[in-house]
């Protein structure tokens, strides 16, 4: 399961038969929040309970599985805090990936010169 964010790195994602793209009513819930829910052992319990015969979940049918899940919402002051709260800490997850990916890069290059002598590191 996976959240496609507003920055996303690439313009079009390609969704598989494991997958789904799931629109949300922004007037009655979060995106984050309902993400954060079928990423839940109840959210994934409650997929699952509407598999069909072949194993993946609603295939056949999405938008009806969907709407037969229950989701206890909270009030909209609870629900924009949670939202405020969860946007902040994806944006510093994604910071801090992207700073990886960088380290990532940096030592894959330097470490080869270090290692053959190529490159020396002052004490």
Do not use: C, H
């Not at 690439?10 to 993400?35: D, T």
């Amino acid at each position: 399961m996976g959240f496609i964010p507003t920055n996303a790195r690439y313009p079009r994602y390609v969704v598989s038969q494991s997958q789904m793209f799931l629109s949300v009513n922004k007037s009655l819930a979060s995106s984050r929040f309902i993400y954060r829910f079928f990423s839940s052992k109840i959210g994934i319990d409650a997929l699952l309970a509407n598999k069909n015969t072949t194993g993946v979940p609603s295939i056949a049918r999405p938008s009806t599985s969907l709407k037969a899940i229950q989701i206890v919402l909270p009030e909209n002051k609870i629900m924009e805090r949670f939202d405020a709260l969860i946007t902040s800490i994806d944006f510093k997850k994604d910071s801090n990936t992207k700073q990886i990916q960088t380290l990532t890069k940096t030592r894959d290059s330097l470490l080869p010169k270090l290692m053959s002598g190529q490159l020396r590191v002052k004490e």
